[in-house]
């Protein structure tokens, strides 16, 4: 099946989070793609923000895995792939937001063993939050129907990192071959030991839109595996707000135009309503 996209989401205690990634990925993409949610919680509360959030998302073809134990992670990874039908995924966050529209089958007609097709990236990230630098843009290529190509060898800090979790599009089956000679435990070790095969991909040239599709807000860190840059706005904080029956207004979010593939903003909340399908 090469007309749409299969993603692997993962979340822990932002449920809030979330729900704004599942509702960019209804007003802002077509066709619907084909998800699997790993999700996990440490409380009770959070794990009642996300029982209520897996009753607003019923209705759609979203499959919800709950991991119990860290030693699930992998396990449920590779379950995944092996649902998986597409010839293309990606994998996604739950920080992540998709701000821009997009029709996934304009962006899926490469061949994944010469190129990397990035959601996040466009001409705009002139900064690396991660490094917290500022970055070159390299030298583009206009492919057509609004598609650039670069070089990822000749790349620049987020230009140079072809394996990501965040909206970078691979090969199902190579993808999944690769998981299954490594071992992970969570997001960040994942695409931390993803990247013994970065010499693999980087030789390969990477495709995005002039505008960033995808955006991730690294307004908080639920991890622990890595001491990444992050806000201020706590996880907690947006579940007490969760709890008030709101919600992030993505209307807010959507259409900016951001220096870095990583960007904090302010969140703005609204009453929280039924899902339009």
Known sequence: MNDNVSII????NRAMQLHLFLTSIIEKTKPMPYMYIIYRTTDEAHEQSYNELLSIWAKYPIKFI???????FRPYTLECFDSIKTDKMFFACDDDVFINDIDFRTCLNFNPSEYI??????TCLTKCYTRQCDQK?????????????????????NWNYPLSVNEFIFSTKEIKEMLNNIMFTAPNPLEATMQKYFKDF??????????????????????TANNNVCGHIHQDFLLSKWQEGLQIDGSKIYGIVPESAHQEIDFSFIKRGQIDG
């Open 9 to 12: 989401v993962y979340s822990m």
């Open 202 to 223: 980087v030789s390969r040239k990477g495709l995005c839109f002039n505008l960033p599709v995808a955006l991730n807000l690294p307004v908080n860190r639920v991890q």
């Open 66 to 72: 709950k991991q119990n134990y860290i030693s699930e």
């Open 137 to 157: 843009l390299p030298l583009f290529k206009d492919e057509g129907n609004g598609i650039l190509s670069w070089e990822w060898s000749k790349g620049d800090c």
């Open 117 to 122: 097709f990035t959601l996040r990236l466009g």
